[in-house]
């Protein structure tokens, strides 16, 4: 016990001898996740400024440029000839311009709730762990409970019950997710309680809330980072689902799910009006998924050195 | 294999704990339903009278207190009967002059289950032949340019929204190249599709498993130990190591089975699959309250089921739990 204890605090210490100058240089040697890094850059700026960004207004429609390819061009409203660079919906309105305002819609409500459900998990876990006895009894088992059920099927159910919509949305992963933290922080608050440096901090006289933002909190930010970043994913496709089955976003909201479903009636004349919303979720997902996985490696101490060598 | 007491008071635990929880499920799920409107005004539509409202509630027991209709809804769950469908029920087979039997909501839930089997299984059986392989070959080469091809594909595997893959399977291989039915139910190739669009998520996350744990497992001590007594690597993986691997490993299919039972609720709906996802979905567009207890409560029994049979499997895999 007391030499795992050790080795705690001995990995605590080189991992915060991590700089940025090392997390850029280890980007750069996994041109990968370089570009999935940029690529995610680009989505948010996009999102954020879409109005500024977007060459069309995402919800006008216009019947004289219907379901035309990629690359077309149509005469506008205002009469000019505009370039349709992915093509347009059903109802004429431009593909890229709904891509963008979509890629706003699906990001704000997956980093909303991965926040919300973030900070109270982490919250509910920290504390859980910290004073155990019926705290914990409590946390864990609600945690308990939410893990055997299926999150899509409590959030379907939940949905159809108070209606879609992008606020519920969000009160609804916060809901089903915040355990997966809780169940993270937990479990590092528990390994933590024990060591030295905090016994150290309990000394000295540190309140309990001290210790818990300032010594134990700090030590599971990558970890938790990682989890988050994952999460994202999984509410990026999430959304997507519940939008396509009616119980999320409601239209005209341009969102990638709702694209897809309505692309999917002319899914045969037109590929894509499904092809390119589907890509767009795949791609931010597998950008996600690729940026955790090489965190999770690059703040590990044991596989670090095969970044930055 | 000698087989003790603590195995069974494992297994009885979780069991009593999927018996507790699928009450707190239902119970939660009944009482959610109560403020979604008037069942009654639901099935006679707008226009009916106040009269012929209230005549039905009463026959519907819905002017009973809470308590007793809670009491009721027990009751029928601890026996099965989880009410008659609206839609179905009150309109088509009563006039119909159907028996009372076929308007149950269970029974009608019931008969989707084979085919929601089916398709789980085709899927999870698939995913294990393909990932099961793919992690090991990964393992049994850390940081080579095979193994990295192996992590960004099951990284590409989650990545992917089932449904949308769905539509593009279809798009190709039905629409184009007319190899598999765009949708029905019946035979093998009518499986194909469907199994393959949900397989690509489980096949990403247990070869990733698979390959970690394995390393994990070779990482340690005992391996070196044996590796140092002259064993040769062949054996030292599938005989001790891969022993050890399995526990992580069949938890994940588990995970995944669960989440494939989920994933059938957008699936099924895509190519007209005779399943209990499907109907779910029915049943939620049309507001028809029995029969969306009757599908929550067999998809949540299903989920219970597998979360028992992987802690089985996890007791039988421990030796703390399975040797006295």
Redesign the interface.
Known sequence: MIDETASTTDDTQRDASIGYRDIIRALVRDPLVLVSVIFLTLLILSAIFAEIVAPMDPLIPNIFASRLPPLSYATGLDGTEQLHLLGTDALGRDMLSRLIFGARASLFVALVSVFVSGVLGTCLGVIAGYYGGWVETVVMRAVDAFMAVPSLLIALFVLFIIGGGLVNMILIFALVRWVVYARLARGITLSLRETQFVEAARAIGASNARIMLRHILPNMISPLLVLATLEIALLVLAEAGLSFLGFGLVPPEPSWGLMISRGREYMREAWWMITLPGLAIFLTTLSLNLIANWFRAVMDPVQRWRWLM | MKINNAFFAFILKRLL??VI?LV??MSL?FF??R??GDPARMVLGNGASEEAVLNLRTQMGLEDPMSQQYGRFLYGLATGDLGKTFRFGLSDSVRAGNDANALSTLPIAMDRLPATLILAGATIIFSVLVALPLGLYAAARP?SPPDRAI??LS??G????????A??L??VFA?QFAWFPTSGYGTVAHVVLPALALSLRPIGRITQIARSSLLDEMAKPYITAAKGRGIPMRRVAAVHALKNAAIPIVTTIGDET??V??GV??IE?IFGWPGIGAL??DA??IRDIPL?EAT?FL??LM??TI?LLVDVAYAFLNPRLRIG
């Open positions: 704990n999927s929880l707190i499920v799920v959610a339903n403020q979604i940081r992590g960004v990284l590409a989650v990545s992917i929204v089932e449904y949308w893959f539509l593009v279809v798009l629409v669960i989440n039972v989920t609720i957008i709906t779910t979905v939620l567009s969306v929550v998809l949540v989920v219970l979360n």
